[in-house]
């Protein structure tokens, strides 16, 4: 499987809900980040995962919350949603770890995101 | 909290035109990268620039990063229509140990006219 699959890629919720965010990242792809991008702005880092693990964190809440899986899917959880939560999440995977991106060596595949509208 | 900046935030031109964006930031990134986006799609990476003062040439497009590793620019030559999109530019800095994220300006819209 090639590239990088987000799911729902729309979704409606209301405030107080939680929502799960899914991503299905390119076999052997063992990192992955999670950002938030509100309309006309750049992506806002979120967290990241490597190997299962998380190993890094935005500038966001404790109810925002991920997991990786060994399948190289990936989860983004948030919980007591609020009206600023309204943005496009986009998940973005790599295989080997961060070093290689930041060198050229390797590319961050992001996935098309999924737009939550929260009401 | 790492910044970056982009101007101009809006750009609409002429095909055949040429243009220049800018990417600014106060901190010393260790690498800096370009990256596309067009609606419904996550960004697409166009570059990524380590040294400071290195040029790269991508067909039309033209990225620099600064010799302070600060700024950078992207320079289009005769644009297309086909080259409209959100311009993003993306640092990278250390968070702690090895860990390291991507703080993203927040782009430049291109909109290029037939």
């Known amino acids: 499987e090639t590239g990088v699959t987000q799911s729902p890629t729309h979704l409606i919720k209301t405030r107080g809900q939680q929502v799960t965010l899914r991503c299905s990242s390119q076999s052997g792809h063992n990192t992955v980040s999670w950002y938030q991008q509100a309309l006309g702005q750049g992506p806002q880092f979120i967290f990241q995962?490597?190997?299962?693990?998380?190993?890094g964190r935005g500038n966001f809440p404790p109810r925002f919350s991920g997991l990786q899986f060994p399948n190289y899917s990936s989860e983004l959880n948030v919980n007591a949603l609020e009206l600023d939560d309204s943005a496009l999440y986009l998940c973005a995977s790599t295989l080997g770890g961060l070093a290689g991106i930041y060198s050229g060596a390797n590319v961050l595949t992001f996935g098309a995101g999924s737009r939550l509208t929260v009401l | 909290t790492q910044l970056l900046e982009q101007s101009p935030q809006f750009l609409s031109i002429q095909e055949g035109e040429n243009l220049t964006v800018y990417c600014n930031s106060s901190s010393v990134f260790s690498s800096l990268q370009w990256y596309r986006q067009e609606p419904g799609e996550g960004p697409v990476l166009l570059v990524t620039v380590v040294t400071g003062g290195e040029v790269k040439k991508l067909k039309r497009l033209t990225f620099q990063f600064g010799d302070a590793r600060k700024d950078s620019s992207l320079h289009i030559t005769a644009a297309q229509p086909g080259d409209t999109g959100l311009y993003l530019c993306a640092g990278t800095y250390f968070l702690s140990g090895s860990a390291r994220q991507l703080t993203f300006g927040s782009g430049t819209q291109l909109t290029v006219l037939p």
């Open positions: 995962y490597y190997r299962e693990e998380e190993n």
